[in-house]
Nanobody, 128 residues
Framework: QVQLVESGGGLVQAGGSLRLSCAASIRTFSSYGMGWFRQAPGKEREFVASISWSGGRTYYADSVKGRFTISRDNAKNTVYLQMNSLKPEDTAVYYC?????????????????????WGQGTQVTVSS
């Protein structure tokens, strides 16, 4: 059974930083493409970032490009999302996702339906 557990969310002032972590109970973690989505109240879920099996390829939504960095540690079965220069519009529940393929890039923005597994989410609130 695959489980994804996010942590690191919280309340931060605009311009601040947070680092989210996602611990995955996946036996073959290095064979899974990982990513992050977010959903704000009253809005549809939104792709944030994805990372390939080895971590060699990363993709970002235009809204976070240059501010967020996704990374992974296959030895620890963990994926991270470093969020800098946070804005109030970044306020949302952030979800970690996993799939047995890599998604993103070449103009393709994942919808979320591609991913087999989702975490419970962690709340990020950015105050102005």
């Amino acid at each position: 059974q695959v489980q994804l557990v996010e942590s690191g969310g919280g309340l931060v002032q605009a311009g601040g930083s947070l680092r989210l972590s996602c611990a995955a109970s996946i036996r073959t973690f290095s064979s899974y493409g990982m990513g992050w989505f977010r959903q704000a109240p009253g809005k549809e879920r939104e792709f944030v970032a994805s990372i390939s099996w080895s971590g060699g390829r990363t993709y970002y939504a235009d809204s976070v490009k240059g501010r967020f960095t996704i990374s992974r540690d296959n030895a620890k079965n963990t994926v991270y999302l470093q969020m800098n220069s946070l804005k109030p519009e970044d306020t949302a529940v952030y979800y970690c996702v996993a799939a047995t393929a890599n998604y993103g890039g070449l103009g393709y923005v994942p919808s979320g339906n591609e991913y087999d597994y989702w975490g419970q989410g962690t709340q990020v609130t950015v105050s102005s």
